[in-house]
């Protein structure tokens, strides 16, 4: 008799823990937006779920607590080995991540400490590299510098083509340089989406959301010029 | 019926086994180590200069310069951006070697970059450089009559997501090897790294 009410408490308890495991598991993703970004946990950790900045967009924390952006929603972060995210103290840290929606759309952000008085120079050499051209535009705010440059770039077997500013030709590669004016912290920016062929409307689209990224840029006011 | 088939058959088999001879004694033109193995790696590589024990000269597809070549590595080709070449002003490579170290696959790198720079800058992109991968911004230097290397070896390994550099080699054996060549009579460079940490898997722009 004894056994046999011991059977079924058993049973109860785990299908009521079971419930109770699940139950809490699922408030707690649900206070989580429903948007690729978040479904990843790794990348979850550096957004902050209550600052949707933008439509689209959440709000990025560095952990090295030097910078914030705007992170698009459908973006996860790639974290299965130390070439794709990175970090080093506070002084420099890379990520790289990858469209939900579009496997082939990748950016890759890039902080590090760079001697101020030096830019124009590590700028020349980041757009000669990328672009075979040292001609990229320039916007200033009252904090940063952004200097980026945009191309339609493809394989011609080995031979890697780079076309810029001509018609019909849709960018499909951004680089961007950005610089704090208020210590040596600085931000390069890559994206890519070389396997699409965009139409011009597309292009225009692409470019306004990789504005509103680079423009989202936010360093912080610690004063640090030991690097 | 029957006659007319064997003909046919005999030119078949004929012709396959001159074009198997053919191709084996082609491939046996080859000096038989795994640079020469892989059609895309043998084609930056002279088969006659075997220049030292080991080693085979290499010519970029720039045509702006040559160096040795290990003939256990392999100039990597599968992804688009393994390798990338501009006309005679860019390129960039890198080669593997997959090495049996005790009872395990160690990956062994060699990297390469090639580009043209101001040597007017060559200070603060050295200083730049050394900084970015080992913490430090005075490299070991050495010249000859046509180059001047900056270098630095180093111990690189990650805890976690966190990159850890040790540069003293008393405190442990590199893994990591960096140098900057720059050319004495031209605005030429060459950036070489060599890695036997397992850390690349991809290739990547660090800088």
Not at chain 1, 59 to 67: A, L, N, P, R, V
Request: with cysteine; proline share 3%.
């Amino acid at each position: 008799m004894t056994m046999k009410k011991r059977t079924k408490t058993l049973p109860a308890i785990i299908v009521g823990a079971t419930i109770l495991i699940g139950g809490i598991w699922g408030i707690n993703e649900s206070r989580y937006p429903n948007v690729p970004a978040f479904d990843d946990h790794f990348t979850r950790e550096f957004l902050n779920k209550d600052k949707k900045v933008a439509s689209g967009f959440y709000e990025f924390k560095s952990k090295t607590g030097h910078y914030t952006m705007w992170f698009p929603e459908e973006y996860q972060l790639l974290h299965e080995n130390e070439q794709q995210y990175v970090k080093e103290g506070k002084v420099f840290e890379r990520y790289r991540a990858v469209s939900n929606s579009n496997e082939l759309e990748y950016m890759t952000v890039e902080f590090s400490k760079k001697i101020k008085k030096n830019e124009s120079i590590y700028v020349e050499r980041l757009f000669q590299e990328q672009f075979n051209s040292n001609k990229p535009y320039k916007i200033e705010t009252r904090n940063v510098s952004i200097y980026y440059d945009k191309a339609y770039t493809y394989f011609k077997g080995t031979h890697r083509q780079v076309t810029r500013e001509k018609e019909g030709y849709v960018p499909n590669e951004y680089v961007a340089y950005i610089a704090d004016k208020h210590s040596n912290s600085v931000i390069k920016f890559y994206f890519d989406n070389v396997k699409a062929e965009l139409n011009e409307r597309q292009g225009r689209e692409q470019d306004k959301r990789i504005m509103k990224i680079l423009k989202s840029v936010q360093f912080d006011d610690f004063k640090d010029n030991r690097n | 019926m029957k006659k007319r088939i064997k003909p046919i058959t005999a030119v078949t088999a004929g012709a396959a086994i001159l074009i198997g001879a053919i191709w084996l004694i082609n491939e046996s033109c080859y000096p038989n180590v795994p640079a020469f193995d892989d059609h895309f790696t043998r084609k930056f590589l002279n088969k006659d200069k075997k220049v030292e024990d080991g080693f085979y000269e290499f010519k970029s597809k720039t045509g702006q310069y040559t160096m040795w070549f290990p003939e256990e590595y392999q100039v990597l080709h599968k992804n688009r951006e393994d390798y990338a070449v501009n006309n005679d002003s860019y390129e960039s490579w890198w080669a593997v070697y997959n090495e049996e170290v005790e009872g395990k696959t160690q990956e062994n790198y060699i990297k390469t970059e090639f580009l043209t720079s101001n040597p007017a800058d060559e200070s603060i992109h050295v200083e730049a450089l050394f900084k970015r991968r080992f913490g430090l911004s005075v490299p070991n230097k050495i010249e000859n009559s046509q180059t001047r290397i900056y270098y630095q070896s180093a111990y690189i390994y990650f805890k976690g997501t966190e990159k850890h550099v040790i540069v003293d080699k008393k405190k442990h054996i590199p893994n990591t090897y960096l140098a900057y060549v720059a050319d004495k009579r031209s605005n030429k460079i060459l950036q070489i790294s060599f890695d036997s940490s397992d850390k690349y898997k991809s290739g990547d722009e660090e800088s």
